[in-house]
Each structure stands twice: as C-alpha cells, then as structure tokens.
C-alpha cells in the first residue's frame, strides 16, 4: 500500500456517500446501516497507484477543483509537479478558445469532481484530452477515463490523495528514488 490503512481511515478517505451509481458499487466495501457506502481501502489505494502511473506519464497536467476543500491540495500539487491548476470558476473557452488570454492545452485533466467540474470535462472531451477524476459513490463516470474512488468532499481525504499521487508521479518520473526523498507532508496540501 501507498501509505497506512490508518492514514486513509482517519483522513476519511473510504467514507461515501448514501447514493450510488452502478459503476462505484465495484470500489464499495460494505453499505452501513444508516445507508452510507464505505470504499474499499485496498481498491483506492490499488487506483491512486494506478492514476499516479498514468499521470507521470504526460508533462502537461491540469488540475481542476471548483470546490474550496480542494483549493490548497490541487494548488500544491500542481506546484509539487508541474502544469497548471484552476480552482473555483473554470472560465469556458480555457481549453477550447485559443484566443482566450488564459487558454491553456494540457496533455491530461485532473479534476476533484467530475460533476461539480463539469465544464473543465466537457470542453477535455471536445478537445480529446484525456480525464482523471476523483468520484464519490454518487459521481457517473461517463466520459472519465480514469475514476479514483474517494471521498472527494473532505478536506483531509483530498489532501491525502493529492500528496499521495504527487510522491507517486514523481517517483514514476525518477525524480525521488524512495518514500522518504518526499519533502511534503499532507499539512502541505492543506490537510490539517
């Protein structure tokens, strides 16, 4: 594993939500008895890896997250590992306009909520960039083309993943050999 089981469970990484779609249901452990999912430990942290791999491999990365709990973490992983990070508003036409001052072709899209980012995903679709997203139980994942399953709410599980994946593509990319080469910890990224 990436990190500890503990890590994951007190950042509130496997905590769902009361809905869910046909495709998570694949990433759920169990449903409580107040009707809430709960993820698989071993299955996020199997698609983190996954994710980190895939994303090492593109130079452009864009992150995106309209919502303030992933502010801090998309902000310093992008600055972690290159490309460019948007938070709150996507303005439309940043991928599709190249007239537009803030126009910007990345290799491959980031994005906390695929639902919430919707407009950062459509305008990645008409572009063909490819998508990785982080989904809650409720999130469709028509269109993504990799979906990490996560708590996508919280402050802390966001900064865990972003940490996590940050350390994992720099590895990937031969820039840190081990763990411990890795200067940040997950107050960096916002996770108290």
């Known amino acids: 594993m990436l990190t500890e089981k503990t890590d994951y469970l007190t950042a509130g990484v496997h905590i769902g939500m009361k809905s869910c779609t046909k495709f998570m249901k694949q990433f759920v452990y169990k449903t409580r008895e107040d009707g809430l999912s709960v993820f698989n430990v071993q299955k996020v942290d199997e698609r983190i890896a996954t994710a980190a791999k895939f994303l090492a491999g593109f130079e452009k990365i864009m992150a995106v997250s309209r919502k303030g709990n992933g502010k801090a973490a998309v902000s310093k992983f992008i600055e972690v590992v290159g490309g460019k990070a948007i938070t709150g508003r996507f303005p439309p036409g940043t991928l599709t306009n190249p007239s537009f001052k803030d126009f910007y072709e ?6 906390v909520d695929p639902l919430v980012d919707r407009q950062a995903v459509k305008e990645a679709v008409k572009k063909r960039v490819p998508i990785v997203a ?6 469709e994942v028509k269109n993504i083309d990799l979906a990490i399953p996560l708590n996508n709410n919280g402050r802390k599980s966001l900064a865990l993943v972003f ?5 994992e593509i720099l590895k990937h990319r031969a820039k840190i050999e081990a763990n411990d080469d890795f200067e940040y910890e997950i107050k960096d990224f916002g996770g108290l």
């Open 106 to 111: 990345p290799d491959v899209l980031l994005v």
């Open 134 to 139: 982080l989904c809650d139980t409720f999130n």
């Open 163 to 167: 940490m996590l994946l940050a350390r």
